[in-house]
């Protein structure tokens, strides 16, 4: 599936992905691939990213990674997905 993380200063991440997760209002939540459609407001929390991550080095700096994934800080946003893309509105 297709993931693009937006931030207000700049789009922080695009590519394909295995999976997502991200820290909904009501809990954290994972997405795979051929997920139903949702919308959901994010709250303080990690977004995971798992897959061949490659991070443009401009960006690199704002996510952390290890061999369990990579993860992005995030205050608050919006998650979209529709037809296998997420897209993450990120604060």
């Known amino acids: 599936m297709y993931l693009e993380i937006v931030s207000p200063e ?35 929390g990690h977004v995971k990213i798992m897959g061949n991550v490659q991070l443009e080095e401009e960006v690199e700096d704002k996510f952390t990674s290890s061999d369990k994934g990579v993860w992005l800080a995030i205050n608050s946003g919006t998650i979209e997905m529709k037809d296998n893309k997420v897209i993450v509105l990120a604060d």
């Not at 590519?15 to 997760?21: H, L």
Request: net charge negative; proline share 6%.
């Open 10 to 44: 700049a789009t922080l991440f695009s590519g394909e992905v295995t999976s997502v997760t991200v820290p909904g209002v009501n809990g954290e939540f994972e997405m795979l691939e051929n997920h139903a459609p949702i919308v959901s407001v994010l709250k303080e």
